[in-house]
Every structure is written in C-alpha cells, then in structure tokens.
C-alpha cells in the first residue's frame, strides 16, 4: 500500500517537472531565444540546471536512504568512495597551473580562480579518462588469461 503511494508521489513529481519544463520552453519560443540578449536561453538552462542538481540530490538522497536501511555496512564502502573522490579532487586541484589560456579572444579574460578550477576539472577529466581505459585493458586481459 506504501509502496503505490510513493509510485503516485513519484509520477505527479515527474508530470509537474515536465509540465513546468514544456512551459518554459514554450515560453523561451515566444519570447525567442535570441531576442532580449538571450534571457530565455538563461533561463532555460538555469531551469536545466536546477532540474539537474534536483535529479542529483535525489539519486544520492535515495541511494544513501536504501543503502543504510537494507545493508548499513555499506555506508562504509560508500563513505571511503568519497573521501576517495576528494583526495581526487585535491591532488588535481594541485596539479592545476591556472595559466592563462593561448590565444583566447574573448570580451573578458577568465578569473585566476576560474583558470584554476578548469584546469582542475581537466586534470580530473584525463586521470579519470585514463582510468577507464586502464580498466578496460586490464580486465580484458585478466579475462584473456582466465580463459586458458
């Protein structure tokens, strides 16, 4: 009974954000989304954004709710993939140079700050890029040998 209760929340949810989604779009098509220096393009993506950390809250909102109500030792397992994730973020974050970027023609130059954190979200992007295709290798030939 529980359990149709949340499946009716979830769905009225689910019909409000697409229904405030088709709203906003419709409106940004009207109003155009080049017209008035692109403030329904802003608003657009502020909407996708706000329905992103949304989606993002309640994936690790729920995944935390299950995950310590059926198995609580896992929280462990959780817990050190995050601190994981920060030592991640830290070494990366001092790897950044924060250079100024080549040949940029933009109206305003980029803050040291915001040179700072791409650099860092690049240098995450590669290691983990890298990570990924050291996995695949790995695991294929790990299977490879399994095999014989």
């Known amino acids: 009974m529980e359990n ?3 499946a009716k929340i979830f769905k009225l949810c689910l019909v409000a954000l697409l229904v405030v989604s088709v709203v906003i779009l419709v409106w940004g098509f009207f109003k155009g989304f ?4 692109g403030a329904a393009t802003d608003v657009l993506l502020y909407w ?3 329905v992103l950390g949304l989606a993002l809250a309640c994936v690790i909102c729920l995944g935390l709710y299950v995950t310590a109500t059926t ?4 929280l462990v397992k959780i817990g050190i993939a995050v601190v994981a994730a920060a030592a991640l973020f830290g070494v990366c974050y001092l ?5 100024p970027a ?3 023609s933009g109206a305003t130059l980029p803050t040291a700050t915001e040179l700072k954190m791409t650099d860092t979200i690049l240098n995450m992007a590669y290691i983990v890029g890298g990570a990924a295709i050291l996995s695949i290798i790995c695991g294929e ?3 490879t040998i ?3």
């Open 95 to 99: 790897l950044a140079s924060g250079a």
């Open 141 to 143: 030939v790990l299977m």
């Open 4 to 6: 149709q209760k949340y």
């Open 48 to 50: 996708a954004y706000a």
């Open 146 to 148: 399994r095999k014989k």
């Open 34 to 37: 080049e017209a008035n220096d």
């Open 71 to 74: 198995n609580p030792k896992g």
């Open 102 to 104: 080549v040949g940029y």
